[in-house]
Structures are given as structure tokens and as C-alpha cells.
């Protein structure tokens, strides 16, 4: 069965304080892994896909990288809009086109 | 271009109706699928839909039901809702078309918001 994992489950940062947010997972063959931004009342929005080891995306302050196991997601001088809960998901090489499993996520706030 | 909409947002059911919630696609968008999120369990899959067909289940009782229409509209329906329902119902669509091999990157709505008293 896939599983993701995310760590920590809250973090706390100052402005301009820059830290990673890490997501373990096991799947049958990855399909793609992906990075979502969920703020509060809406619905999570698409950030990165990640689909080999060793491969790297960025967006502004946002850089994701993948390993076989793992995949970071590096926030370089946060603002306080980065405030939000960072969800993690793979979706399997097999079995469904839209059948994805998520991790719990990161909850992320920017103190001023 | 008009995102994924959900109706209704918010709604309250009392223990043992049942509910139905909507969901539109993004225009062209033949794929979608249904999630649960609540706070202890993050999002879970429900079920997923391409040309009206159910082609992928999660691990829900039978009380979850889904279907999609020729429109590639969808609805959900839960039946007999217990206290547990209680949750954020997130519908997504995407380009997704049977046998393709690239990652699916889904469009998420705003969700629907049901509490069960």
C-alpha cells in the first residue's frame, strides 16, 4: 500500500528564516510526486510534479527535489504569504488516473 | 478560464440523512475524482470517474456513492450519514485520459464543507 509521510507536522518561522519540509514515502512505482499548497477554506493548489530521483523545481522561494525515498521541499526567505499547509502526494505507476495518496501535510506559518 | 466548482460550500445534515454535493469541471477536463479530508486522516481517496465511468474505488463503505454525467459533471451522495462524516469533500479534475503514462496533475475545487450532527 503507498504511504506518505510528513515531517514535521507544524513549523513555525521567522521572516526571512529559511527551513525544509520533508515527505518519506513508499509507492509501487512512482508515477509522479507532487508538492500542493492548501490555505485555509480552499482546496489545495498545484505546485510542483517530481517524477525521477535527483530531479529539482523551482518557483520563487519554493525548490523541490527528489530522492528514491524522500522529496524536500526548501523554503528559502520566507514571507508571511507562504503561510499555509503543504501537502506532499505520489500517485503509483498503476491503478488509476487521478487515484493519488497524500500525506497529512505541513502546516507552515511566517511570523512578520 | 473557470476553475472547479463545488456546491453547495456548507451545509449541516443531522445523523442518518443523506446528502448530495456537486461538482463541475474545468472545461475539457473528462476526469474527476472525489476525496475526504479531515484533520486526523489528511485527504483520501473516494472515487474517480472518466466518461461516466467508475474506474477507481477507495476504501469507503458502500454508503459512498458517485457517478458522472455526460458532461462530465459528477456528483457524490453519502447515505445514512454518521457523526465520522463529518469532513471537507474536495472534487479534482484533470486531463487525465486511460492509458496515458504521464502524472496526472489535478485541479482541486474549493470543496464541499459538511458538518453531521
Known amino acids: 500500500e503507498d504511504q506518505v509521510t510528513q515531517s514535521p507536522e507544524a513549523l513555525r518561522l521567522q521572516e526571512g528564516e529559511s527551513s525544509s519540509l520533508n515527505c518519506s514515502y513508499t509507492v509501487s512505482g512512482l508515477r509522479g510526486l507532487f508538492w500542493y499548497r492548501q490555505d485555509p477554506g480552499k482546496g489545495p493548489e498545484f505546485l510542483f510534479t517530481l517524477y525521477s530521483a535527483g530531479e529539482e523545481k523551482e518557483k520563487e522561494r519554493l525548490k523541490a527535489t527528489l530522492t528514491k525515498k524522500e522529496s524536500f521541499l526548501h523554503i528559502t526567505a520566507p514571507k508571511p504569504e507562504d503561510s499555509a499547509t503543504y501537502l506532499c502526494a505520489v500517485q503509483p505507476a498503476s491503478g488509476g488516473y487521478q487515484k493519488v495518496t497524500f500525506g497529512i501535510g505541513t502546516k507552515l506559518q511566517v511570523i512578520p | 478560464k473557470a476553475g472547479v466548482t463545488q456546491t453547495p460550500r456548507y451545509l449541516i445534515k443531522t445523523r442518518g440523512q443523506q446528502v448530495t454535493l456537486s461538482c463541475s469541471p474545468i472545461s475539457g477536463h473528462r476526469s474527476v475524482s472525489w476525496y475526504q479530508q479531515t484533520p486526523g486522516q489528511g485527504l483520501q481517496f473516494l472515487f474517480e470517474y472518466f466518461s461516466e465511468t467508475q474506474r477507481n474505488k477507495g476504501n469507503f463503505p458502500g454508503r459512498f456513492s458517485g457517478r458522472q454525467f455526460s458532461n462530465s459533471r459528477s456528483e457524490m451522495n453519502v447515505s445514512t450519514l454518521e457523526l465520522g462524516d463529518s469532513a471537507l469533500y474536495l472534487c479534482?479534475?484533470?486531463?487525465?485520459?486511460?492509458?496515458?503514462?504521464?502524472?496526472?496533475?489535478?485541479?482541486f475545487g474549493a470543496g464541499s464543507r459538511l458538518t453531521v450532527l
Open positions: 479534482a479534475s484533470s486531463l487525465a485520459l486511460p492509458g496515458s503514462s504521464g502524472a496526472n496533475v489535478l485541479t
